[in-house]
């Protein structure tokens, strides 16, 4: 049954809790999810350019805050005010109605809506004998593959966190259930969520038909390429235990990518922050000075002061994530810094975030201006360890970790293997949104941080509904997060992910 689904994409990206700036607006063609054969070449790469302006809307650090408070990794500051304390100690009600999710939830559904609607213009065009040349036909297949890719990743960050971990052979609801299947655009379209099998399908149809018509890279790694949408391909397979496939797609691509080459921390920085020049971004985001950047300031709270940058973070990183970089480590300087004289930690804050050099107005002043990072070299390789791990080829997956360590300016050594890709894992992901979901592919418990009962004056950290107090243990329900209350209000077919509160 069919009936207006009530949600407002434009409202929910007006919900956006970290500051991302523009979506480059002025290349969003108005009525961009209008059903109707695009007229020319011309126009369909104006709407192209759209598109990708959606994916730096929904695909950027700040979609991730929440996941990061809810990982393991942080202790509140004092001077929080309840921004992030209710996520860093589990507050259930708090998180079943984050704004946050919401706006995860709504903005990958928006990705899917104008990604659909590309998709099935173009192919309209197609049908329609819009494009004339053999150039312009080619390159109409290749924009439908990079849309494809596009949808595929939407609905794998769903199934990310509205998703039980993926069991082929779980049979009960909602632990065997996926997200809404909406496979082209319509805008009212409802109904019930599809099986995860279902979804997985789904998705890995999307990226087999895109992988075999992309081209392996683009000039400017801007636009979705086929080493892209193969190691999109390596996550999910990763996410569904398929850890040989996983390792062939990323051996398919990486070693023709250089790690940055740095003889010392500000060396590395200055590759690192140079978003037009890093080596290791195999797809990022288009940003200028004045469209398309992104400024995230939930886990630095860092304010420009002249030419210095001072921190007042809500959060810091705990002593024992600190303690994974060694003092050589050119991360301890880059990707966190001594840089807080407060009450959290040892003083650290995620430093990840600070501002591309090339997008300064003034080039002696911070502006925290970035780009959006969809994929990096440093995740390929993270990716193949893990994959080499579960397979039992740990011999490569060493050489890898050494590979990947060394050009930070460290060394990884043991036959503890997989403790090692985690500890590497966490060093080089932190910031990123990626350690709660590592933490599920993992199996493992939450401990909340004795530490946040100093902070707080409070006899011991709580976490609310779990028979430990102070632990989440592996598989509770909250790990995945609600489906929006809005969804669930106005579709009666959905399910719930979690027992009512």
């Known amino acids: 049954m069919k009936m207006k689904k009530i949600i407002n994409y434009a409202v929910a990206g007006l919900l956006l809790v970290s500051s991302f700036a523009a979506c480059d607006l002025d290349r969003t063609p108005h009525n961009s999810d209008v059903q109707k054969p695009y007229e020319d070449m011309a ?10 302006s959606v994916l730096r809307g929904a695909e950027n650090a700040g979609r991730y805050t929440l996941s990061e408070y809810m990982s393991d990794m942080y202790c509140v500051m004092q001077g929080d ?5 209710p996520y860093v100690t589990w507050t259930i009600p708090r ?3 984050a704004d946050h999710a919401s706006n995860y939830y709504f903005g ?3 990705l899917i809506q104008q990604a659909n609607a590309f998709v099935g213009n173009v192919k309209l065009a197609i049908a329609n004998g819009v494009y004339k040349t053999e150039v312009d036909k080619t390159n109409a297949q290749i924009y439908l593959a990079e849309a494809k890719t596009l949808q595929a990743l939407a609905l794998f960050r769903l199934m990310e966190r509205f998703a039980y971990p993926y069991d082929p052979n779980e049979t009960t609801s909602p632990k065997n259930l996926g997200v809404v299947l909406i496979k ?22 999307l990226l087999d038909e895109a992988i075999s018509v992309l081209p392996e890279t683009n000039a400017n790694n801007m636009y979705v390429s086929r080493d892209y949408a193969l190691g999109l391909r390596a996550r999910v397979h990763m996410a569904m235990d398929n850890y040989a496939e996983a390792a062939n797609d990323i051996r398919a691509f990486y070693k023709k990518y250089n790690l940055i080459s740095a003889a010392n921390s500000d060396e590395f920085e200055e590759a690192y922050r140079k978003m037009s020049s890093n080596p290791e971004l195999i797809f990022r985001g288009y940003a200028s000075v004045t469209n398309g950047y992104l400024v995230y300031q939930d886990l630095m709270g860092a304010t420009a002061s002249g030419t210095n940058v ?3 973070p809500r959060v810091t990183p705990l002593p024992w994530v600190c303690d994974l970089y060694d003092a050589a480590d050119y991360r301890k300087k880059v990707y966190i810094v001594d840089k807080v004289n407060g009450d959290g930690g040892k003083g650290y804050v995620v430093n990840k975030f600070l501002g591309d050099p090339e997008l300064r107005e003034d080039p002696k002043k911070e502006n925290f201006k970035t780009g959006c990072r969809f994929f990096s070299l440093a995740e390929a390789y993270l990716i193949l360890a893990e994959a080499d791990i579960m397979t039992g080829n740990t011999a490569e997956a060493m050489e890898v970790l050494k590979e990947l360590s060394k050009s930070r300016g460290a060394e990884v050594s043991g036959a503890d293997y997989m403790q090692i890709l985690k500890d590497e894992r966490t060093r080089e992901m ?15 418990d939450l401990v909340v941080s004795p530490v946040q009962a100093v902070l707080h004056k409070i006899a011991v950290p709580t976490i609310l509904q779990t028979d430990d107090p102070t632990r989440v243990p592996a598989g509770f329900y909250a790990f995945t997060w609600e489906i929006p209350n809005r969804d669930l209000v106005v579709i009666p077919e959905l399910v719930r992910n979690w027992p009512k509160q």
């Open 43 to 52: 126009t369909t790469v104006q709407y192209r350019d759209g598109l990708y």
């Open 81 to 85: 005010g309840g921004h992030a304390t």
């Open 95 to 97: 998180i079943e109605t």
């Open 108 to 110: 990958f559904n928006r």
């Open 184 to 205: 082209e655009y319509d805008p009212w379209a409802v109904g019930a969520r599809a099986t995860q099998t279902e979804t997985y399908s789904y998705i890995m149809s």
């Open 310 to 312: 001072k921190y007042n």
């Open 430 to 444: 932190i910031g990123e949104g990626s350690r709660l979901n590592d933490m599920i592919r993992w199996n493992m």
